[in-house]
Structure formats: C-alpha cells, structure tokens
C-alpha cells in the first residue's frame, strides 16, 4: 500500500472518458514529464515524442489502475525514464558525430545573457556526467520527488541515491566553476 | 540517523541548500543543528545554494499547445448512450412530443417484436412515457449528457 495518491481520482474519471479529468491530467503531468524527458535526452523533439508514447500508455493503463498498489506519479516516471533509456541506447548504437542537440532554455529578458548562456552551460555539464548521476540529479532537483520515491524509481537504495547525488554535484560544481 | 555536522555537510552536498528536497525525516534534526552550529553549517548551505542557483537556469522545453492537443486527442472517448433518449434530445423534441413518440414507438414495437426485444429497449423512456411528460423531458435531456 502507498500512501494516499492525489492523481487516482483524475485517473478514475480519465478511464471513464471524462474530458474535464483528461485536461487537468494533461495540464498537471506534461509540463513534468517533458522536463523530465527533455533533461534526460537533451533533445526537445525527442522529448516530445517520449511525451506523447508515455500518455499513451496513461491513457490504455487508466482503465485498469489498481488504487494502492503504487504512486501513478512514481509509475509515471518509471515509464518516461524507460522509454528514455530505450532512445538513449539506440541512440549509442548509432554513432554519433555531433552531440544531440541541448534542451531550449527559452532566453527570458530579465534574466539576461549571462542567464541563459549559464543555463546552456548547465545542460551541457548535465550531459557529460554519468548516466546514473545524472538521473539522480534530475529526479530530486528538477523533478523534486523525495529520496525515497526517487531510490525507488531508480531501483537502488537511498544510501546509493545520495552517493549518487554527491558526486554527481561534486563534478558539476567543478565544471560550472568558472560561471558560478 | 543522528543528525551531525558530517551528516548535514553530507546532506547539502547530496540534495543542495532547499531543506525541502532532504529526506523528511532528518529535517527537524538539521534545523537543530543549525541553530546550534550556524557558522559553520552556513557555509556548506552557501556552497551548496550556489549550485542550485546554477542549475535552475536549465530550463526544461516549453510546452507547445500542438504537443499538448495531440496528447488529449488521443485520450479515452466517453461512449456515448445509443438508446432513444441518445437520439431524441438532438432533434430538439419538445418533451411531451418526445414522451409521445417514444411511448407510441414503443408500444408498437413491443406488439410486433414480443417481450424479449421489448426489454432490450431503453427503459428510462418507458418509465417517462408512462409516469408523464415532464419526466420525460427529464430523462431525454439528461441521455445526451451522459
């Protein structure tokens, strides 16, 4: 048993077809699952198309969720990190000549320059670290889920997350050094 | 675990500055020791604030409203109801002129077709036909909303 999940209601309506339930769904989770996606890609049309695979398994599973059994976040997650995976490796079967392109950090004015090209910086620090690092990073900074949903997304335990997490910061403080 | 200045320096090297990424648990504990320990606890915040000012300056992709129309067009449907209050309420009926048709249809229908297929048919119209129009009305208005 999970503790109580703030999705399940929307998703019962969402089996039942319910159009106001699949809006509020689509609001709530793909903003989340496509900065998941685009953070672990690095491409932004590549994070789409993970989006777009993702919901529809949503959409197929809705009718079929079991309450309790697990965070649909959580599971949610699981599957975009997943289908995530599956690009990164055919990704690496093909041999890559130039580096994929980097998430739009969407120049905001009143951050200036400096902002974005710090933030462009970031996602390329982001790319070069170790898959695993870079997941965790991305799971409990960017994501925000707690150390245990995201130890458990990961399928390690929350001593090895925090080691992850660790030496993952460590290598990106060393590389974002000079923009810090 | 107890909460130590190791344990804390640990703690925003793992999770960063914001106490609300730490793991629930050692919050209360890390807020003690701050208030016992500041100047020294300080520091790794700092240290570990800078990183995080950095790292939100990533910013995710933008959502497009195409992405997200594609997603929702692509949900589950609500079937829709294929009984006689289904097709009723589009054609506009006044609800006595529905209730009538839908008794007098119904009753012819039974007379040809015998009792099975009788049943078949949408029930809540018999009930309205033969309760009175206004239940009719009801009922009929209600099936397209289904």
């Known amino acids: 048993m999970v503790e109580s999940d703030p999705d399940e209601a929307l998703l019962a309506r969402v089996a039942e077809g319910d159009p106001a339930a699949v809006r509020s769904l689509v609001a709530r989770k793909l903003p989340r699952i496509l900065s998941l996606a685009g953070r672990m890609l690095g491409d932004t049309s590549a994070a789409e198309d993970v989006a777009q695979e993702a ?6 599973m809705a009718g079929q969720w079991i309450p309790g059994r697990a ?6 997650h699981r599957v975009v990190l997943n289908l995530c995976y599956d690009r990164l ?12 392109e980097q998430a739009d950090e969407g120049a905001d004015p009143d951050r200036g320059l400096h902002a974005a090209d710090t933030g462009r910086l970031v996602g390329v620090a982001m790319a070069a670290l170790p898959e695993r690092q870079r997941e965790a990073i991305i799971l409990c900074h960017y994501q925000e889920l707690s150390n245990i949903d995201a130890a458990d997304i990961m399928g390690v335990s929350v001593d ?3 080691s992850l997490l660790a030496r993952g910061r460590r290598a990106l403080r060393a590389a974002l050094a000079p923009a810090m | 675990m107890t ?13 960063g500055a914001d106490v609300a990424r730490w793991p629930k648990a050692e919050r209360a504990d890390a807020a003690a020791l701050m208030a016992d320990e500041p100047t020294i606890l300080r ?4 240290e570990a604030n800078q990183l995080d000012e950095a790292l939100d300056l990533w910013r995710p992709p933008e959502v497009r409203s195409a992405l ?8 589950p449907k609500r079937r829709r109801r294929t009984g006689w209050s289904g097709w009723l309420a589009p054609l506009g009926l006044g609800a006595g002129l529905a209730g009538a048709c839908a008794a007098g249809v119904l009753f012819g229908a039974a007379g040809f077709t015998g009792v099975g297929q009788t049943q078949a048919l949408d029930t809540d119209v018999i009930t309205a036909a033969t309760a009175g129009y206004d ?3 009801d009922i009929v208005g209600s099936g397209d909303a289904v």
């Open chain 1, 160 to 162: 090895a997350l925090e």
């Open chain 2, 68 to 75: 997200r129309e594609a997603v929702v067009a692509a949900a």
């Open chain 1, 89 to 100: 490796r055919r990704r690496r079967e093909i041999t890559i000549a130039d580096p994929p």
């Open chain 2, 135 to 137: 239940n009719a009305a």
């Open chain 2, 3 to 15: 909460m130590t200045p190791n344990r804390f320096k640990h703690l925003t090297e793992a999770y």
């Open chain 1, 55 to 60: 919901f529809l398994r949503v959409w197929k």
């Open chain 2, 43 to 46: 520091e790794a915040l700092s």
């Open chain 1, 71 to 76: 965070r649909f976040d959580t599971w949610l």
